[in-house]
């Protein structure tokens, strides 16, 4: 069945450090891709999506690039602040079955 | 324009008894989806409606129910409540749910159950 793997956590950071939060996904055919964010205490937020092979997703400073060959979707932000300090996951929404597959989601610390 | 908005936030119950959640989506939006969220299960999906249809179910028991009413409404049910049910309960709407990408899924807050 559909999965969607991220890297395990918590990933802690100095601020204006590089950010890399790797995920994968399997499902037949070509799902859509995304990046959802959760503060504290809120509900989940997207962050980015890519809708097709080598779209790249962008906002707020972070990027993603959707890679069929392999079935990637790694998010990136070149220099981190402690104000994205939050719990980040990976998600593939595919064909017709109305619904997001989640990761099981990333902890980020940014330390000032 | 106003999100989606889900009620109570909070609420505490006892095991065996039952408890419905309510979930307002944006204007506009016909599709409903419901997700629960633990520490050790992740987010998983429950059920998505469309026009007062459930398209989609997750492997839930069937002490989980739901509806959408005409205006877009949806509410959630839990029925013989357990501990294990103690989680955030998350609604999401977008305008016709379904494969493309394009129909984002924007989640409110959520209710955060808890039973004793």
């Known amino acids: 069945g559909d999965s969607v793997t991220q890297m395990e956590g918590p990933v802690t950071l100095s601020e204006e450090a590089f950010l890399t939060i790797n995920c994968t996904y399997t499902?037949?055919?070509?799902?859509?891709l995304f990046w959802y964010v959760q503060y504290p205490g809120e509900g989940l937020q997207l962050l980015l999506k890519?809708?097709?092979?080598?779209d790249k997703g962008s906002n707020k400073g972070f990027e993603a690039t959707y890679r069929k060959e392999t079935t990637s979707f790694h998010l990136e932000k070149g220099s981190v602040q402690v104000s994205d300090s939050a719990v980040y996951f990976c998600?593939?929404?595919?064909?017709?079955?109305?619904?997001?597959?989640f990761g099981k989601g990333t902890l980020l610390t940014v330390n000032p | 324009k106003a999100g989606v908005t889900q009620t109570p936030r909070y609420l505490i119950k006892t095991r065996g008894q039952q408890v419905t959640l309510s979930c307002s989506p944006i204007?506009?939006?016909?599709?409903v989806s419901w997700y629960q969220q633990t520490p050790g299960q992740g987010l998983q999906f429950l059920f998505e409606?469309?026009?007062?249809?459930?398209?989609n179910k997750g492997n839930f028991p069937g002490r989980f129910s739901g509806r959408q009413f005409s205006n877009s409404r949806s509410e959630m049910n839990v029925s013989t409540l357990e501990l294990g049910d103690s989680a955030l309960y998350l609604c999401?709407?977008?305008?016709?749910?379904?494969?493309?990408?394009?129909?984002?899924?924007?989640f409110g807050a959520g209710s955060r159950l808890t039973v004793l």
């Open positions: 999401a709407s977008s305008l016709q749910g379904g494969p493309s990408g394009a129909n984002v899924l924007t």
């Open positions: 499902a037949t055919g070509y799902p859509s």
């Open positions: 890519a809708t097709k092979a080598d």
């Open positions: 998600a593939q929404l595919r064909g017709s079955n109305y619904k997001l597959t």
């Open positions: 204007s506009g939006h016909r599709s």
């Open positions: 409606y469309f026009s007062e249809t459930q398209r």
